[in-house]
């Protein structure tokens, strides 16, 4: 059984930048993504990336353009930069694996798509 591994999280100032990293015991099979939870609200899904060669993207219309998501499977590392940081960016960070390499707006943002989670690492961004 795969565990995640989250780190980079931090406390950071509005318009700066944190780059987060998610580490795989083992390489998992399927899609790949990041949620975030901030105090007091549900989990939302944050960005995904496919498996496949073709390497497919998605991401919350409230983070394109300022976070990339990426992965390196020679080691077994997911990653999610993040620019142009917001107060509303603050929550804790989790990455999360499928078994499954489906991959469809759908599939990717629904929560209960994924097998694997991390413990989360905590962003926090100053006004």
């Known amino acids: 059984q795969a565990q995640l591994v989250e780190s980079g999280g931090g406390l950071v100032q509005a318009g700066g930048s944190l780059r987060l990293s998610c580490t795989m015991t083992?390489?998992?099979?399927?899609?790949m993504a990041w949620f975030r939870q901030a105090p007091g609200k549900e989990r939302e899904f944050v960005a995904a990336?496919?498996?496949?060669?073709?390497?497919?993207?998605y991401y919350a219309d409230s983070v394109k353009g300022r976070f990339t998501i990426s992965r390196d499977n020679a080691k077994n590392a997911l990653y999610l930069e993040m620019n142009n940081l917001k107060p509303s960016d603050t929550a804790d960070y989790y990455c999360?694996?499928?078994?499954?390499?489906?991959?469809?707006?759908?599939?990717?943002?629904?929560?209960?798509?994924?097998?694997?989670w991390g413990q989360g690492t905590q962003v926090t961004v100053s006004s």
């Open positions: 083992r390489r998992t099979p399927g899609t």
């Open positions: 999360a694996a499928a078994n499954s390499i489906y991959f469809s707006a759908d599939f990717v943002t629904d929560k209960n798509t994924y097998y694997y």
């Open positions: 990336i496919s498996t496949s060669q073709d390497t497919q993207t």
